[in-house]
């Protein structure tokens, strides 16, 4: 990965962060839907950037490979996790939203999904 691909991937990296916090409203303001339409698409829009920059990596030797797949690991292992808390948090709060079940089911099926296909393509 090259420099500027680097620092392109980290500035749309704190901006997605950035918009994330934006969306539980820590300054106590009232959003209004003027407000919550434009952080939406620019959160969908840096989010579709972000997506893009991972998807298109390309991997040049083991080492790259290597870093990407402990990113991957480290990703859906903080992702899961955090998941997993949330859903027994709210277990016990009995107000469990279904979302967080299907985001951590899908992602499980996805991670599944992956490796049959890299089994069966490769």
Do not use: C
Request: aromatic share 14%; net charge neutral; no cysteine.
């Amino acid at each position: 990965m090259n420099h500027k691909t680097a620092t392109s991937e980290l500035f749309i990296s704190i901006i997605l962060i950035a918009l994330l916090v934006f969306f539980l409203n820590p300054f106590e303001f009232w959003m209004k839907d003027s407000i919550l339409m434009m952080i939406s698409v620019a959160l969908i829009i840096f989010f579709g950037m972000f997506s893009a920059f991972v998807w298109r990596e390309n991997i040049r030797d083991e080492r790259e490979g290597l870093h990407r797949m402990l990113a991957g690991r480290f990703a859906f292992l903080v992702g899961a996790t955090m998941l997993v808390i949330g859903i027994i948090i709210q277990s016990f709060n009995n107000n469990l939203d279904t979302w967080l079940v299907a985001t951590l089911g899908g992602m499980i099926f996805a991670k599944i999904a992956g490796l049959i296909y890299g089994h069966i393509k490769h």
